[in-house]
């Protein structure tokens, strides 16, 4: 299956690894909003243009793309551009994650290496669960989340569309967060948190 990936940065790359991983895909290129990068290899593989070239390659038979931005706005933006010129958006789940089989995942998912997703988990559409995060039992994550490397949510947490859960943070049981949040790298959450908030420390707190 030919697959184009949308986004040659960072996260592009990761992306690239884990489904070098799969002999199911094979990735034709990259398209980058930078256009200086036309042309260029990244990680081996063509740069081809810039993301308005999405419907030309569909005309071209590829069917498939995956969304691999790691700034949560744009993740979304290029998600809808890409269905909207015929995409279907497939995930990319690394050999040494752990994916529980009642486990939900959207479309347009990453699970990084050591990643763990509980029993009865459910991952919207567009998010990121990153290196050895643990996406525990029953936990709701919404679209185009990130669970960053290290960050554990424990049972039935719910975050909302496009929040952030930073570097080795830890979101204790039951607990909400809200969209479009921000939670500093090793917070310790313990209280619910609102939409467009950003908190930080041990325990955490909203700060300005």
């Known amino acids: 299956m030919d697959v ?8 592009g790359k990761v992306v690239l690894e884990i489904l070098r991983l799969s002999r199911r895909v094979r990735v034709v290129g990259f398209l980058d909003a930078d256009e200086s990068l036309a042309g260029k290899r990244v990680a081996g593989v063509k740069v081809m243009g810039p993301v308005n070239l999405l419907p030309k390659f569909r005309r071209k038979k590829i069917k498939t793309a995956i969304v691999a931005i790691g700034d949560n706005r744009a993740r979304l933006q290029y998600m809808a551009a890409a269905r909207e010129a015929g995409f279907k958006l497939i995930n990319a789940i690394h050999p040494r994650a752990i994916v529980t089989k009642s486990a939900r995942l959207g ?8 990643s763990v997703v509980c029993a009865e988990a459910q991952i919207g559409d567009g998010a ?3 290196t050895s995060a643990v996406v525990d039992h029953e936990c709701v ?7 960053c490397p290290t960050a554990a949510l424990a049972g039935r947490v719910r975050v909302g569309e496009g929040a952030f859960i930073g570097l080795g943070a830890k979101v204790i049981q039951c607990l909400s967060i809200g969209a479009w949040t921000t939670v500093g790298a090793g917070a310790v959450v313990i209280a619910d948190l609102p939409d467009f908030a950003k908190a930080v420390g041990v325990p ?3 700060v300005p």
């Open 4 to 11: 184009l990936i949308i986004g040659a940065g960072g996260h």
């Open 107 to 114: 479309e347009n998912v990453v699970l990084a290496g050591g």
């Open 128 to 130: 990121i669960v990153n």
């Open 141 to 147: 994550v919404g679209p185009a989340a990130h669970i």
């Open 204 to 206: 955490a707190r909203i």
